[in-house]
T-cell receptor
Framework: EAGVTQFPSHSVIEKGQTVTLRCDPI?????LYWYRRVMGKEIKFLLH????????ESGMPNNRFLAERTGGTYSTLKVQPAELEDSGVYFC?????????????FGEGSWLTVV | QKEVEQNSGPLSVPEGAIASLNCTYS??????FFWYRQYSGKSPELIMS????GDKEDGRFTAQLNKASQYVSLLIRDSQPSDSATYLC??????????????FGKGTTLSVSS
């Protein structure tokens, strides 16, 4: 069974440009999460989808970030315009349900560098 | 402020020794605790979850939880070089809107020498 896959694995863009990150969750997982780790900091929650609906987006840093999950399958996270402080690793994760103890599976992350 | 604290390490242990990784958390109402292992450049992988005070064992791993003292630890017995990785402590954020977000510590780097 394929795990959580993310694309691109690495991206280098200039300040002010746009980047779109894609995540394909494990098949059948209704719950999809985005997390981010910036240099020297801990992994932080960004948002949570249940199917195509945004269940919680309390961790989104500002309105330059837009996440979508049309059709409830894959998800995209767009950063527009990118700023230097957006550099970091963006992790996507998925789970079958959101009950306590339910295993959340992470992807390998998309490394974003804004120069 | 909601926080999960871990010693960043590196924690160095010889092969065959017990590695002890510690984590403290600030939110007293937290109920669900997780340990993830992350190899360099790879995805965090869940290795243990614990919800009740006391010990939970799974193979060479033992998670320990003490809610009164607000700490959770991970013991790795008979450490192997393949255990060398960063270990992330995570707590489910019960005050989060949907109750599903995880709060992570910065992780402890473990190095097991052969």
């Amino acid at each position: 069974e394929a795990g959580v896959t993310q694309f691109p694995s690495h991206s280098v863009i200039e300040k002010g440009q746009t980047v779109t990150l894609r995540c394909d969750p494990i098949s059948g997982h209704d719950n999809l999460y985005w997390y981010r780790r910036v240099m020297g900091k801990e992994i932080k929650f960004l948002l949570h989808f249940v199917k195509e609906s945004k269940q919680d987006e309390s961790g989104m840093p500002n309105n330059r970030f837009l996440a979508e999950r049309t059709g409830g399958t894959y998800s995209t996270l767009k950063v527009q315009p990118a700023e230097l402080e957006d550099s970091g690793v963006y992790f996507c994760a998925s789970s079958q349900d959101r009950a306590a103890g339910n295993t959340i599976y992470f992807g390998e992350g998309s490394w974003l560098t804004v120069v | 402020q909601k926080e999960v604290e871990q010693n960043s390490g590196p924690l160095s242990v010889p092969e065959g020794a017990i590695a002890s990784l510690n984590c403290t958390y600030s939110d007293r109402v937290s109920q669900s605790f997780f340990w993830y292992r992350q190899y360099s450049g790879k995805s965090p992988e869940l290795i243990m979850s614990i919800y009740s005070n006391g010990d939970k064992e799974d193979g060479r791993f033992t998670a320990q939880l003490n809610k009164a003292s607000q700490y959770v630890s991970l013991l790795i017995r008979d450490s192997q070089p393949s255990d060398s990785a960063t270990y992330l402590c995570a707590v489910k954020d019960v005050r989060n809107q949907a109750g599903t977000a995880l709060i992570f510590g910065k992780g402890t780097t473990l190095s097991v020498s052969s």
